[in-house]
């Protein structure tokens, strides 16, 4: 697959980009910001009302989802739009390159009411979308999307921090959702970037659910479907990644943590796994015969990218491809150097996956492609995309085996430096 990826979201199969989009202006006075949902025809549509306080220099925007991730045109998943300032109702409703502008009164009560729903037919598949799964899906007996493809926002300032409630009801009673922010048929957040609300994952419905509570992390759950490993090896899998990887950088255990599986439809005589990480959360999509070790590997590396560089802090989305050698290819050495340290791989299974690694580089039709190149062309192929994972993790063991002999700084504690997020 070639992508070129723009939004909230670190998605990987070979094709991965880890970033942050954002919004601009100071804190007003009332910043709560509400979301609310009724369901209708199950999980097929969802009615949806958005609420908050309008700027305080009369004109407001609010920006609809446009691309995410591999997927475009998300702009078509919303209908009947209509907005009231203040109690009035206001109409027509502009809408130019995807944002809404309104003109109101200073600061006044503003509220977006619209439809929302999957914009094909069925289930997600091959060809109708790049990747199935990952563009909405809102279907008869459950509903999965991600924040920043499904949530109509107000256009504002990265250092602005508004809380958020989203809530969900069908015929008049509460639906309890499961996301990245937590589970309940109401969710509130405290005071968050947009970035952080809209870099989540949200399931409604059919999938079978779990939670425990491991090193005091809450790990949930949220499965459905033929998966090629156990549930709970799953789940068994993230929670050592997880404790393997705090310990590493020495960083103190979040409250909780989300994955996410589901199937990805059948491709003729071959297998596909993809894993996506969102803030304290992961969803992996894999056909029904990938091997176990592949799921093993995929769910170590997408935990590692909480850390890589989830807890480091935002980063810019526009200059990604640059910045692959670092977010994919040390998120890969440190993806087999904790699964070494919680003994999922023994030495010779690590020193085997970084002789692989280096020999499908040395076999790489691109490896001379220069770093330059590389930032224009990475989407092209799969042997451009696996190129910054090669040359990074390569690059990792290199300076982390020279640091060992030098007496110095391991490279864990050079990132966990860098690691600012308590
Ligand atoms: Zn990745």
Redesign the pocket.
């Known amino acids: 697959m070639a992508m070129m990826f723009k939004p909230v979201m ?3 199969a070979g094709v ?1 980009a ?1 970033m942050v989009a954002g919004c601009a202006r100071s804190q007003g006075p009332d910043d709560g910001t509400r979301y609310s949902f009724a369901l209708q025809d199950g999980f097929q549509r969802l009615s949806g009302e958005l609420s908050f306080s309008g700027d305080a220099d009369g004109a407001s925007q609010i920006r609809l989802p446009g691309a995410w991730g591999p997927e475009a045109g998300l702009d078509g998943q919303f209908s009947d739009f209509r907005v009231s300032v203040a109690g009035g109702r206001f109409e027509p409703v502009l809408v130019i390159d995807g944002v809404i502008h309104l003109e109101h009164a200073a600061s006044a009560p503003l509220v977006l009411r619209y439809e929302f729903s999957q914009d094909y037919e069925g289930l997600p598949q091959w060809g109708v979308q790049r990747v199935p799964g990952l563009r909405p899906v809102t279907q008869p007996d459950f509903a999965v999307f991600v924040g920043a493809a499904a949530f109509p926002h107000p256009v504002w300032s990265d250092d602005r921090t508004p809380s958020y409630s989203v809530s969900f009801s069908q015929d008049g009673l509460p639906v309890s959702a499961r996301s990245s922010l937590g589970d309940g048929s109401r969710l509130d957040t405290g005071p968050i970037p947009a970035s952080r609300f809209l870099d989540t994952l949200w399931i409604l419905g059919g999938f079978d659910q779990a939670s425990r509570v491991v090193n005091a992390v809450n790990i949930r759950t949220a499965l459905r479907g033929d998966l090629p490993l156990a549930p709970d090896e799953i789940q068994t899998q993230s929670e050592h990644m997880i404790a393997g990887a705090a310990d590493l950088f020495r960083d103190t255990p979040f409250e909780t943590y989300l994955i996410v599986a589901m199937p990805l439809p059948p491709l003729p005589d071959q297998s596909a796994v993809i ?1 996506t ?1 969102f803030h304290q959360t992961f969803m992996l999509l894999t056909t029904a015969n990938a091997p176990a070790e592949e799921i093993r590997h995929t769910v170590s ?2 935990v ?2 909480e850390w890589i560089t989830g807890r480091m802090g935002p980063t810019d989305t526009d200059t990604d491809p640059s910045r692959m050698w670092f ?2 290819g040390f ?2 050495y440190f993806t087999l150097l904790v699964r070494l340290r919680v003994g999922d791989l023994d030495l010779d299974g690590f020193l085997a996956a970084i002789n692989a690694l280096e020999a499908h580089y040395q076999a790489s039709s691109v490896r001379t492609m220069t770093r330059m190149e590389l930032i224009d062309h990475v989407w092209d192929s799969r042997e451009t995309e696996r190129l910054p994972y090669q040359r990074g993790a390569l690059l990792a063991f290199l300076a982390d085996g020279r640091a060992a002999a030098g007496g110095s700084d391991r490279l864990a504690d050079v990132l966990a430096g860098l690691i600012d997020e308590a």
């Open positions: 670190t998605l990987c991965c880890a894993g990480a590396h997408e590692l990218h977010t994919e998120t890969e």
